[in-house]
């Protein structure tokens, strides 16, 4: 408990309009931005770019798994997470309105949303998140850095690894800012167990939806 303890204080410590559009069978609308990147509108206000779009910026596509079908609105209206309820539960820290802790069924994976009203862009809330990451895990490490477009958002994904407490720990997140608020969506275990628990630890963070 004592090595967990070191590890959530470490995580909630570090912690982008459519001009033409058509309307498709499936509710969704198919459109273009104002700067010419295609996009698809969901009816439930969410929307993505189309595929074709992530080719052209480089960029890995992600969305969030069909059996997330939970959802936590996080305190800035723009944003929520998508999860699926037959692998998390929450865990409310009433001292802490600006985030949302979940932890995985088997008790071995842990979650944090943290989103707040700050007007960050999402490098600075990516360069943040390495720096408290760094001054608190012993040898802390950044070993995956990219963009990535998750659910039509673009977004900074860091995986790092350090050692809080003496234990080592891998972290992945999905880290955005914008003028309307900032999010962090991580997710964290032992680093030893990180490769069995990587794929539904991808399927948390890529439920990151920014509503329009």
Known sequence: MRTKSWVTALVLASAGSAAVAALTGDNS?????????KVVLRADGTWRYQADVGATLGLRLHEKPPSATAVYQTPVPQFQVMYDPS????????????????????????????????PLTSDEVKKLAIHNFSNGAPGGQVVLEEQRVVNGLQVNTLQMTGSPGGVA????????????????????TVKSAFATYEADCLNFINGLIAKR
């Open 29 to 37: 609308i198919k459109g273009v931005t104002e700067d010419g990147k």
């Open 87 to 118: 692998l998390w539960t929450t865990r409310s820290d009433r001292d802490k309105p600006d985030r949302q802790s979940f932890v995985h069924k088997t008790g071995a994976l842990f979650a944090t949303v943290l989103a707040e009203p700050l």
């Open 169 to 188: 720990f891998t972290l992945y997140g999905n880290y955005y800012g914008s003028e309307r608020g900032s999010i962090q969506v991580m997710c964290w």
